[in-house]
């Protein structure tokens, strides 16, 4: 007996010493793939600007106020507006719907410090973001979450359209992404992760290059050190897939 101990003693010893040793290297490889996740976004907040457009700063959050008008032409305008214009878009198919753009007064507070949320909620019919011309984004359903199928015939010149009088985007914002660029920041969600245009580094992205929630983590023109962030893709779900990744914040409307 005395004499199988030592060889067990040396297997149980090389063993630990087996555990220890991958223990260790996982550590590693931990410790190596940690990226900047305390995000601040109140640098991106002066790109939000028009008339009809407000932000102020308390705290930890941001809070905007916007009358959700659009700085471009659209069809939706009553024809008295000057930025009443007909529809000269390349849809065949365009069918104006029976809502006209109106004054709204919309609140949202977000987050400056937006970090994944642990259970992940799904986005609801209505605002759900801001451009940063004031415009809310909606999400890629339709009333009943029915798909847009329906409603993207009546998307304007420059992709956006009026629920009742309330305008919003389902889908690139094709004025901002005219304006500022295919790769430019278009506005945030109301978790406060910024989205972007459908470009980055020169190639235009499709839903399969995002994960569930239709963004991923890189470094952008604004966040150098990298941030999650949103991209405005052709293809559905356009903006958000499965929900926010972060935990939004209190939209009234
Ligand atoms: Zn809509
Ligand atoms: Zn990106």
Known sequence: MKALKHPLSLITLLVLILVACSNSD???????EVVNTDYDITSILSKFEGTNLSYSISGNTVTFNTQDLPNHTSPY?????PLYEAYNG?????????????????????????AEATNKQATSLGPIGIARNGVVFFNQYAAGNSPLAGEINSFDQWLGHPAMTQYHYHVEPTYLTQEFGEDAFMGLLSDGFPVYGPVENGVTLTSSD???YHGHTT???DF??????YHVTADDPYI????YFGTPGNISN
């Open 90 to 114: 390349t849809n065949t198919n365009w069918n104006q719907n029976p809502g006209s753009i109106g004054a709204q007064n919309i609140e949202f507070t977000i987050t400056l410090h937006p």
């Open 26 to 32: 996982d550590s590693v490889t931990v410790e190596e």
């Open 240 to 243: 958000n897939g499965n929900g």
């Open 219 to 221: 470094a952008t023109a």
């Open 210 to 212: 995002l994960d569930d």
């Open 224 to 229: 150098p050190e990298g941030i999650y962030h």
């Open 77 to 81: 305008w009553p024809t008295s507006n």
